[in-house]
């Protein structure tokens, strides 16, 4: 199935399931890549005669390789077009995985996950902007909507395939499955996804007019005022990531199993979330469906804080955290559409911000520890 820009995928309901798991596919990369390895700490650990906390740092170096490859990738593929960005960072991420199963020590074992984030923010940032590429409008919003269905899902399902791995071999299996999975991707991106960034509208930049360009978004103050949006609620979301294990199980004594279930049920809700957000988007404009997500979320912000104070039973506590996490979903598929309707030529630089504002304000209510659980939990408000 290939995909041409003459005729777009939404009027083809075919082309546009097999573009949602395609575009999501791409962004779940964030996810496989720092969630898929995490059943297998301790074994890594063992292997290369290190501590935890070495081998968590792998994990941080991963992380911080995703945050600077957005700010790169995205004017790149700008300048560039996405096909041929997208196929040299999937590539380069294969080389990445085969460098992580390779490693001799877990130095180099660190530098390789830094390079595998570095490369597979090339799937997140330039899936989005492949997005903006092809919709505007309603459509946009619509279609973001069922991207958010398959982000949502990924940080669930990779440690579950992680851990399926495991089972039929070592953690260096896992870094296999990850190579082989960026193949099969350049080969689906190969066949089937045009260049849709044509090059006329392609920007001719340079080092310091690409940040030039990121100077001029931030100017925008509409623009700018989304990004803050999107950054400022994902920072409230890091606070109930951070927060709730210790409140839930330390305060309330459920077990881990519990709090893995309620943790869950909030996943469910972020993707019930972006999917009325689509069905909604055309009945109402979007800066309505935003504003609605806005106030929701505030209100169950204030009863929460009135429910913590005069110490209510549990239910109590986790009602509102449900409606606040849902509303993630609503706010960042409708706050995404806007930012991103008018940045057309510019849609890469403009993911990019997009993406990398949450890691810089969630970074402030939250604090790494060296906690496996914390970290996972992380990853998935992260991704989401």
Known sequence: MKFTNSASPSSNIKSRIWLT????????????????????????????????????????A??????????????????????????????????????????????????????????AAGGVVISRAIVRDLFSGKELTKFFAMLMLVLGVSPILAPILGGAVLKVTT????????AVIALLMVAAVSMTLPETLPEERQTKSNVRETFGIFGTLIKDKTFAGYVLIQGLFMAGTFAYVSGTPFIYQGIYGISPQTFSVLFSMNGIG???????????????????????????????????????????????????????????????????????????????????????????????????????????????GLQL
């Open 270 to 380: 972020i993707i019930a979330g972006s999917q009325l957000t689509g069905r909604l988007s055309g009945r109402f404009s979007e800066s309505k469906i935003l504003l609605t997500g806005l106030m929701i979320s505030t209100s169950a912000s204030l009863f929460l804080m009135i429910m913590i104070l005069i110490q209510a039973p549990l239910v109590l506590i986790v009602l509102p955290i449900f409606f606040i996490v849902s509303c993630v979903g609503i706010v960042t598929t409708a706050s995404f559409a806007l930012a991103m309707q008018s940045k057309g030529d510019t849609a890469g630089s403009a993911a990019a911000l997009l993406g990398l504002m949450p890691y810089l304000l969630g970074a402030f209510p939250f604090r790494l520890s060296g906690s496996l659980e914390k970290t996972q939990l992380y990853r998935w």
């Open 171 to 178: 953690w260096h299996g896992v870094f296999g499955v990850l």
């Open 62 to 119: 991963a992380l911080f390789g995703l945050a600077i490859g957005q700010i790169v990738i995205g004017p790149l593929s700008d300048a560039k077009g996405r096909k041929r960005p997208l196929l040299f960072f999937l590539l380069l991420y294969i080389t990445a995985s085969l460098l992580c199963v390779l490693s001799p020590s877990i130095w180099v074992f660190i530098g390789a996950r830094l390079l595998q984030g570095f490369s």
């Open 21 to 60: 798991l395609l575009l999501g596919s791409l962004a779940a990369y964030g996810s496989l890549t720092l969630d898929m390895y995490l059943p297998g700490f301790p074994s890594i650990a063992e292997e290369f005669h290190t501590s935890a906390s070495l081998v968590q740092l792998s994990l941080t």
